[in-house]
């Protein structure tokens, strides 16, 4: 809980692998935290509340709504939110991870202007934040619209791109931004290597992923069979601005560091955020870091 709103965010913890994380979660610091915020919700007898914080994307202080959307539940010891997809800003309606990500963004932006940025979103808030707000970079996003359309192409104002078979030229991108995405992707492999192709020596893809820490190796939950989706467990669906939901073909486990590593980024760590000043509770939210050398 030391990050200030007026100094850079700062990961508490870069992990590499799986024992680094178990340590990090028996650590006080991360311990006091759980139970400060496990403490503080199952107190609470409304089942929506708010904390106040300094939102970054909007520059001001606000109170964020948390309440038991998105999973959230009420457990014999009281309510449960899910804190990573909550601690919504009132004003531009950014999460916990949306607003930390974009406080990331604004971060990488800041060194340099000048910068090359790839979003694997266009129909979001974060997208028109950091188009509307980093003039002094070139910013490009993209939805992924469909196996009909040519990547590349713009429909109805919308850039669709197949992040397995991306249209850009090599090493096009400074930073790449994936949002929950490669859950999503049937050959996850492949769009890792396509990220890299893309990205400029000494860039850095940021992503999230819904992250199974519990689990060794990713499970694949779907593949494409003869062109169509062919579920190997029962399927799973997440929200979208595009389509009415998409299903998940991997549950990422620790393997995924090793195949990120294996797709040619020269650095990979699981960053973990923590600040109560910016609303990022919950535990620790994580964010992959892959970096590519300058060499
Ligand atoms: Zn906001």
Same mark, same amino acid.
């Given at each position: ?167 850009? *030229? ?9 949002? =929950?995405?490669?859950?999503? @992707?049937?050959?996850? $492999? !492949? %769009? ?47 929200? *979208? ?9 991997? =549950?990422?486990?620790?393997? @995924?560091?090793?195949? $990120? !590593? %294996? ?33």
């Amino acid at each position: 809980m030391t990050n200030s709103i007026l100094s850079p965010l700062q990961p508490i913890a870069s992990i590499h692998n799986r024992n680094e994380f178990k340590r990090l979660l028996e650590s006080d610091e991360l311990k006091q935290l759980r139970r400060f915020e496990a403490q503080f919700a199952a107190s609470l007898e409304d089942e929506k509340f708010t904390i106040d914080g300094f939102c970054v994307p909007c520059g001001k202080n606000v109170s964020f709504l948390v309440d038991m959307q998105v999973g959230g539940r009420k457990t014999p010891k009281g309510w449960l939110p899910n804190w990573r997809e909550r601690l919504e800003c009132p004003i531009c309606k950014m999460n916990n991870r949306q607003r930390l990500i974009s406080t990331l963004i604004k971060q990488l932006l800041s060194v340099k202007p000048g910068q090359t940025i790839y979003l694997m979103e266009q129909i979001t808030s974060i997208y028109n934040w950091v188009h509307t707000t980093f003039t002094d970079h070139k910013v490009i996003g993209s939805e992924y619209l469909g196996p009909e359309y040519q990547v590349g192409t713009v429909i109805n104002g919308v850039r669709h791109e197949n992040i397995e078979n991306l249209s850009f *030229n090599d090493a096009k991108f400074d930073i790449i931004i994936s949002n =929950d995405v490669f859950e999503h @992707v049937p050959n996850p $492999l !492949k %769009a890792f290597a396509e990220c890299v192709r893309v990205l400029k020596k000494g860039g850095v893809m940021l992503t999230t992923i819904p992250f199974h820490s519990a689990s060794d190796e990713s499970v694949t939950r779907a593949r494409i069979t003869n062109g169509n989706p062919e579920k190997l467990l029962p399927p799973v669906y997440h929200s *979208n601005p595009v389509s009415p939901g998409s299903l998940v073909f991997t =549950d990422f486990g620790w393997d @995924v560091l090793t195949h $990120l !590593k %294996a797709s040619g980024f020269s650095d990979v760590s699981i960053d973990v955020y923590v600040s109560q000043a910016l609303g990022h509770l919950g535990g620790g939210q994580l964010i992959f870091s892959c970096s590519l050398g300058v060499q």
